[in-house]
């Protein structure tokens, strides 16, 4: 099966200094007390990067006798520069979290019961080989679907892929940013990717529609931000609720949710009327102009005052804020878009305001991906499969990612049997009861697998229904995938290594998925035996000295991010069907769709009940740090915001308890109640992630309540099957 491989033999195979290899030596150089040293004990710094969160901030991680000791930002990253949030401060509580799986699991009894008995690898291996090869042979291989997240994920994505399945899917499209990947795709030619190319820190005016910055930490994003503004950039937020932002902001737009379409239009129907637009930009690199002005001639700012609530004068003034700061207008596209289920056309209507201010490819405005040229893992062509997905990306829904796949999609095909019947489930890096939503529509579909397996660090309430539950190693006890990021200014690329060895029986993800690969007789997809030999293909045409990238843990190129510092190798600058930004978009049109976005009035509110929004809090990230105990410790409950005007006719006081009811009847945990003048009196407010269901959370179990709970309703997105979370409403139960 192979030996493990520990952090210590990676570190000997990479060829770094003795000294990182025999610290605690007091012979030779080490007794002078170099760099590293505490007094008279030798400390082991290990670069590394964060999995607190998605954002991957350079970590430095300080080691004494294979204990991490604590973690500091590495000034060495060129994006984070050595800033590290609470999160990622708290990552050892990660690696020592007593909660942690510690070894394989069977299940036994019934499923949901989470009952288990313990095994070897050796004996979780053999089961689920025999199981795979079985549902291969009855079922096809499309009958399994695999659900990932995160980085370390690609590993297992190339095990099913081998194994002959398509069916893939994670939340970051179908639940979070695919909307606005689609949309920007279908007016510049290509989406955004991560982070965001957003040139914060030298814009002149900054735009946030729904996005909470200050409160969705990400390291050098935020401290991008707060240069911009420092540097006197003007700032508009949109947004129902007073947010961080809000409260630094020039203008708040208190908009009435699920109407930003309409404000977006009526911002064009100024910068075309009152001919405030970039003129030559939009000669130059755009097309479909004529029959834009002609679309939004009608949408006013009158108009959108009645369907917004926003003072017309307010929206024809921030549009002229903006003509008076073009080309850098930093018009954020957001993360988490997936709001109405007319998601991917709001991402359009955002596009064509950055393309009309000449934002696209211009300092202070969106900035421009570098390519750089990385190394290939030189692998057999994955088998073809020989059903269509089941999801449906690419038919039901024609712009969906094949790549990322729709995970509510695969949930669907399971609970329907339609194209055909899903039997098996493997998870990998999410929670799929917290992450998607309709979570009584999971469980059903569940219940029908023949198979589930999930891999994880933490028993999440998903273990519970598991079949098979497999440990893996933190993300400081292993390897992973280096990150290419190419939507920076200065592209780079950044290591992930392990500090130290894992703990218990916990393996790497990495490990794990090349021992499934040679159990399935699939072992060539694998061409390399160590993370020393894998990451030494994928960095070889860059001329990195490996030694080099292992200490620092990141190394940049340079990078050209602007339209002026264009080479002709980069090619168009909108590589779209007409070569050109595309206003009109010709695509939608052949799907039928509508070629401009249009807004579709939402259903209000029913009567005694409030909007459900939701959001992030700088101290956690999604629903997966709520066990950390030094998180815990600054945040140990989500609390329920709710207007002072709304308050005061419920009889409502601050801090008094609450149950959450939804349009369905689905009741949350209790909850606090927040009462607040920032916040409109429609809606009601709740940071995600809490409110676990789990009892081996030792400290998230029924902390707060659950905003998934509450998400029993969707309006799916039929451009790319995204799911439109802000559709439920709530009402306040009091004892």
Same mark, same amino acid.
């Given at each position: 099966?192979?030996?493990?491989?520990?952090?210590?033999?990676?570190?000997?195979?990479?060829?770094?200094?003795?000294?990182?290899?025999?610290?605690?030596?007091?012979?030779?150089?080490?007794?002078?007390?170099?760099?590293?040293?505490?007094?008279?004990?030798?400390?082991?710094?290990?670069?590394?990067?964060?999995?607190?969160?998605?954002?991957?901030?350079?970590?430095?991680?300080?080691?004494?006798?294979?204990?991490?000791?604590?973690?500091?930002?590495?000034?060495?990253?060129?994006?984070?520069?050595?800033?590290?949030?609470?999160?990622?401060?708290?990552?050892?509580?990660?690696?020592?979290?007593?909660?942690?799986?510690?070894?394989?699991?069977?299940?036994?009894?019934?499923?949901?019961?989470?009952?288990?008995?313990?095994?070897?690898?050796?004996?979780?291996?053999?089961?689920?080989?025999?199981?795979?090869?079985?549902?291969?042979?009855?079922?096809?291989?499309?009958?399994?679907?695999?659900?990932?997240?995160?980085?370390?994920?690609?590993?297992?994505?190339?095990?099913?892929?081998?194994?002959?399945?398509?069916?893939?899917?994670?939340?970051?499209?179908?639940?979070?940013?695919?909307?606005?990947?689609?949309?920007?795709?279908?007016?510049?030619?290509?989406?955004?990717?991560?982070?965001?190319?957003?040139?914060?820190?030298?814009?002149?005016?900054?735009?946030?529609?729904?996005?909470?910055?200050?409160?969705?930490?990400?390291?050098?994003?935020?401290?991008?931000?707060?240069?911009?503004?420092?540097?006197?950039?003007?700032?508009?937020?949109?947004?129902?609720?007073?947010?961080?932002?809000?409260?630094?902001?020039?203008?708040?737009?208190?908009?009435?949710?699920?109407?930003?379409?309409?404000?977006?239009?009526?911002?064009?129907?100024?910068?075309?009327?009152?001919?405030?637009?970039?003129?030559?930009?939009?000669?130059?690199?755009?097309?479909?102009?004529?029959?834009?002005?002609?679309?939004?001639?009608?949408?006013?700012?009158?108009?959108?005052?009645?369907?917004?609530?926003?003072?017309?004068?307010?929206?024809?003034?921030?549009?002229?804020?903006?003509?008076?700061?073009?080309?850098?207008?930093?018009?954020?596209?957001?993360?988490?878009?997936?709001?109405?289920?007319?998601?991917?056309?709001?991402?359009?209507?955002?596009?064509?305001?950055?393309?009309?201010?000449?934002?696209?490819?211009?300092?202070?405005?969106?900035?421009?991906?570098?390519?750089?040229?990385?190394?290939?893992?030189?692998?057999?062509?994955?088998?073809?499969?020989?059903?269509?997905?089941?999801?449906?990306?690419?038919?039901?829904?024609?712009?969906?990612?094949?790549?990322?796949?729709?995970?509510?999609?695969?949930?669907?095909?399971?609970?329907?049997?339609?194209?055909?019947?899903?039997?098996?489930?493997?998870?990998?890096?999410?929670?799929?009861?917290?992450?998607?939503?309709?979570?009584?529509?999971?469980?059903?579909?569940?219940?029908?697998?023949?198979?589930?397996?999930?891999?994880?660090?933490?028993?999440?309430?998903?273990?519970?229904?598991?079949?098979?539950?497999?440990?893996?190693?933190?993300?400081?006890?292993?390897?992973?995938?280096?990150?290419?990021?190419?939507?920076?200014?200065? =592209? @780079? !690329?950044?290591? &992930?290594? +392990?500090?130290?060895? $894992? #703990?218990?029986?916990?393996?790497? /993800?990495?490990?794990?998925?090349?021992?499934?690969?040679?159990?399935?007789?699939?072992?060539?997809?694998?061409?390399?035996?160590?993370?020393?030999?894998?990451?030494?293909?994928?960095?070889?045409?860059?001329?990195?000295?490996?030694?080099?990238?292992?200490?620092?843990?990141?190394?940049?190129?340079?990078?050209? =991010? @602007? !339209?002026?510092? &264009?080479? +002709?190798?980069?090619? $168009? #600058?909108?590589?779209?069907?007409? /070569?050109?930004?595309?206003?009109?978009?010709?695509?939608?049109?052949?799907?039928?769709?509508?070629?401009?976005?249009?807004?579709?009035?939402?259903?209000?509110?029913?009567?005694?009940?409030?909007?459900?929004?939701?959001?992030?809090?700088?101290?956690?990230?999604?629903?997966?740090?709520?066990?950390?105990?030094?998180?815990?410790?600054?945040?140990?409950?989500?609390?329920?915001?709710?207007?002072?005007?709304?308050?005061?006719?419920?009889?409502?006081?601050?801090?008094?308890?609450?149950?959450?009811?939804?349009?369905?009847?689905?009741?949350?945990?209790?909850?606090?109640?927040?009462?607040?003048?920032?916040?409109?009196?429609?809606?009601?407010?709740?940071?995600?992630?809490?409110?676990?269901?789990?009892?081996?959370?030792?400290?998230?179990?029924?902390?707060?309540?659950?905003?998934?709970?509450?998400?029993?309703?969707?309006?799916?997105?039929?451009?790319?099957?995204?799911?439109?979370?802000?559709?439920?409403?709530?009402?306040?139960?009091?004892?």
């Amino acid at each position: 099966m192979g030996n493990k491989l520990t952090r210590r033999d990676f570190i000997r195979s990479s060829s770094l200094l003795g000294a990182a290899a025999t610290f605690g030596t007091t012979a030779g150089k080490a007794a002078e007390h170099p760099p590293g040293w505490r007094g008279a004990t030798r400390v082991e710094t290990i670069a590394t990067n964060c999995e607190m969160c998605f954002w991957r901030c350079g970590v430095l991680a300080e080691v004494v006798d294979g204990k991490v000791l604590k973690l500091e930002g590495n000034p060495s990253h060129p994006l984070t520069k050595g800033r590290l949030c609470a999160r990622g401060n708290a990552g050892p509580k990660l690696l020592y979290d007593p909660d942690r799986l510690k070894y394989p699991m069977l299940r036994v009894g019934a499923r949901g019961d989470g009952n288990f008995k313990r095994i070897t690898w050796e004996q979780a291996f053999d089961f689920l080989a025999e199981r795979l090869t079985e549902l291969k042979q009855k079922d096809g291989s499309e009958s399994v679907a695999f659900f990932p997240h995160g980085v370390a994920s690609t590993f297992f994505h190339t095990l099913m892929r081998a194994y002959g399945t398509n069916n893939i899917a994670e939340p970051a499209f179908a639940q979070c940013r695919g909307p606005r990947e689609v949309g920007y795709a279908l007016t510049f030619g290509h989406g955004l990717g991560s982070p965001e190319p957003v040139d914060l820190e030298e814009a002149k005016l900054i735009v946030l529609i729904g996005t909470h910055i200050g409160e969705n930490i990400f390291t050098s994003q935020i401290t991008a931000f707060a240069e911009g503004l420092a540097r006197g950039a003007k700032l508009i937020v949109v947004d129902p609720r007073f947010s961080t932002a809000a409260a630094k902001a020039d203008w708040w737009l208190p908009i009435r949710p699920g109407t930003d379409i309409a404000l977006l239009v009526a911002w064009m129907n100024v910068l075309i009327g009152e001919e405030l637009y970039d003129k030559e930009y939009i000669s130059k690199y755009a097309q479909g102009f004529s029959e834009l002005a002609a679309y939004v001639k009608e949408f006013t700012p009158e108009w959108a005052e009645v369907i917004t609530e926003l003072p017309a004068a307010k929206i024809r003034s921030t549009a002229r804020a903006m003509a008076a700061a073009k080309p850098a207008v930093a018009l954020h596209p957001g993360r988490h878009t997936t709001w109405y289920g007319d998601d991917t056309q709001r991402a359009r209507a955002m596009a064509i305001i950055t393309a009309l201010l000449g934002s696209w490819g211009q300092k202070g405005g969106i900035f421009l991906p570098t390519e750089i040229k990385t190394g290939k893992i030189n692998t057999p062509a994955f088998p073809q499969p020989k059903r269509e997905r089941a999801d449906g990306a690419g038919t039901r829904f024609p712009l969906a990612s094949e790549e990322q796949g729709v995970t509510n999609g695969l949930v669907d095909a399971t609970v329907s049997g339609k194209p055909y019947p899903i039997k098996a489930w493997i998870v990998y890096g999410q929670n799929v009861l917290q992450s998607i939503p309709q979570r009584p529509h999971t469980l059903d579909a569940i219940s029908k697998l023949d198979l589930m397996v999930v891999v994880d660090v933490l028993p999440m309430e998903q273990t519970y229904y598991a079949d098979l539950v497999l440990p893996e190693a933190t993300y400081l006890e292993r390897y992973d995938m280096p990150q290419i990021a190419l939507s920076a200014k200065q =592209p @780079y !690329i950044a290591i &992930r290594q +392990p500090s130290v060895d $894992p #703990l218990y029986e916990s393996k790497p /993800g990495w490990w794990i998925a090349q021992q499934m690969a040679r159990r399935l007789g699939l072992e060539a997809y694998f061409p390399w035996k160590t993370p020393h030999e894998h990451l030494e293909m994928l960095i070889k045409p860059l001329g990195v000295n490996i030694d080099t990238l292992l200490t620092q843990g990141a190394v940049a190129f340079p990078g050209r =991010p @602007y !339209i002026s510092e &264009r080479l +002709p190798e980069d090619g $168009p #600058l909108s590589p779209t069907q007409s /070569g050109k930004i595309e206003l009109y978009s010709p695509l939608l049109k052949q799907l039928g769709f509508d070629p401009f976005p249009r807004y579709v009035p939402v259903d209000d509110p029913p009567v005694g009940y409030f909007r459900l929004i939701y959001g992030r809090a700088p101290v956690h990230s999604f629903a997966r740090s709520q066990n950390n105990a030094w998180l815990d410790a600054l945040m140990d409950q989500n609390s329920a915001w709710i207007n002072e005007d709304a308050a005061r006719d419920l009889q409502l006081s601050d801090g008094q308890e609450v149950v959450l009811e939804n349009q369905d009847g689905a009741e949350s945990l209790p909850v606090r109640v927040r009462i607040t003048k920032g916040i409109r009196r429609d809606c009601l407010y709740m940071v995600h992630g809490f409110g676990h269901e789990s009892r081996r959370l030792h400290l998230a179990y029924h902390r707060g309540a659950s905003d998934t709970e509450l998400m029993t309703r969707v309006k799916v997105d039929p451009i790319m099957g995204g799911t439109g979370m802000r559709v439920n409403f709530v009402r306040v139960l009091t004892s």
